[in-house]
């Protein structure tokens, strides 16, 4: 004969509402304790497990707080719970001082013997500015490096000949610029010669080059006729 159990199913059960912490003795709700990914609960309730981690962690830590010298830099660093503060001494501060103008950010760290985020943190406080100028040529040199690579690769970009992406939309010859297309493209352009101003005068540099350039051309083949 089989036993009847008093309910169907594992649905229809009661729920248990209330769990009690063995650690602090508390009945409390079940949201208060762990939920683990195979169903179950834990036993301890949250705050005592929190505490309890916190107390291991206190007990087993291989670095206790206090200043002391490093032994892998040898300079003077603080521990404080979980923080390393390292002190700024007048050597790394005069580096500093004198290199960041011109001296890439990735190469000081490696100089100084700081993280990036406390150098950049460091310079900020002190006011610290990069150069113009060489932070123009820098990127310069970056443009430069970059298009020998598109040209190794062979354009892998570009359009090639026979493609558009919108034939209504393009320049045509012939076609006369409207007043408000015109104001807007020259407001455009001031505010782009403002912001880059290295860059605009190399700008101008090369097209007086190109205009010479022509302008030699046409007297060139002028004067080769006959
Ligand atoms: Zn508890």
């Known amino acids: 004969m089989i036993m009847e159990s008093r309910f169907r199913s ?13 650690h602090c003795g508390r009945k409390l709700w079940l949201k208060d304790f762990y939920h683990y990914s195979n169903g179950t609960r834990s036993s301890w309730c949250k705050e005592c497990q929190k505490q309890n981690k916190r107390d291991w962690y206190n007990k087993t830590r291989k670095v206790p707080d206090g200043i002391r010298i490093d032994p ?3 300079r003077k660093i603080e521990h404080r719970g979980l923080a ?5 001494d ?12 011109t001296t890439k950010n990735e190469d000081l760290v490696d100089i100084i013997g700081v993280s990036l985020r406390t150098l950049i943190r460091k310079a ?9 100028e060489w932070q123009h040529n820098n990127v310069m040199r970056h443009q430069k490096m970059a298009s020998f690579e598109a040209r190794r690769l062979g ?8 493609e558009h992406i919108c034939q209504e939309k393009e320049f045509k ?3 006369i610029e409207s007043e408000e297309t015109k104001s807007k493209r020259v407001a455009s352009l001031k505010k782009w010669f403002i912001k880059h101003p290295f860059a605009a ?22 004067t080769s006729l006959p």
């Open 84 to 88: 390393r503060r390292i002190f700024w």
């Open 72 to 74: 892998v830099t040898g």
């Open 173 to 175: 010859p012939g076609h």
């Open 201 to 222: 005068k190399e700008r101008g540099k090369k097209m007086s080059e190109t205009k010479r350039s022509k302008y030699a051309d046409k007297t060139g083949t002028e």
């Open 124 to 132: 900020r406080e002190l006011g610290l500015e990069k150069d113009a």
């Open 155 to 162: 354009y892998p970009g570009h359009f090639k000949k026979g």
């Open 90 to 101: 007048r050597r790394m501060l005069d580096d500093l001082k004198r290199m960041y103008a």
């Open 10 to 22: 594992m649905s229809e059960r009661p729920k248990k509402r209330k769990n009690v912490c063995p």
